[in-house]
């Protein structure tokens, strides 16, 4: 069974940059995308950015688009995001998720088969 580990995280203020990471315990024959998803209070869970795992090709949500970065390191079985311009409205609680599916299915949450426990940011003046 896969199991991931988000580190990272915490409090910065309006416009600087933090970096979060997302351990695999093993690789997965069938792990296709690896992405973030962040779920404030009382909201529901969206995605943030994808990456395909073997090809390394990207995908973000337009509200991050341009100003955070998710990249892989395979032999290490890391994903990490890269946030900069950080804003008020990214406070969430961050969670990293392995999916088996399809290209189409990566933006919903509901496709991925393993997650992390989550790793909070909260940006803040």
């Known amino acids: 069974q896969v199991t991931l580990v988000e580190s990272g995280g915490g409090l910065a203020q309006p416009g600087q940059s933090l970096r979060i990471s997302c351990a695999l315990s093993?690789?997965?024959?069938?792990?296709?995308?690896m992405g973030w998803f962040r779920q404030a209070p009382e909201k529901e869970r969206e995605f943030v950015a994808a990456?395909?795992?073997?090809?390394?090709?990207?995908y973000y949500s337009e509200s991050v688009k341009g100003r955070f970065t998710i990249s892989r390191d395979k032999v290490k079985k890391i994903v990490s995001l890269e946030m900069a311009n950080l804003e008020p409205g990214d406070t969430a609680t961050y969670y990293c998720?392995?999916?088996?599916?399809?290209?189409?299915?990566?933006?919903?949450?509901?496709?991925?088969?393993?997650w992390g426990q989550g790793t909070q940011v909260t940006v803040s003046p």
């Open positions: 990456i395909n795992w073997n090809g390394g090709h990207t």
């Open positions: 093993e690789r997965t024959l069938d792990l296709r995308f």
């Open positions: 998720g392995g999916s088996t599916s399809i290209l189409s299915t990566i933006r919903e949450h509901r496709h991925y088969k393993y």
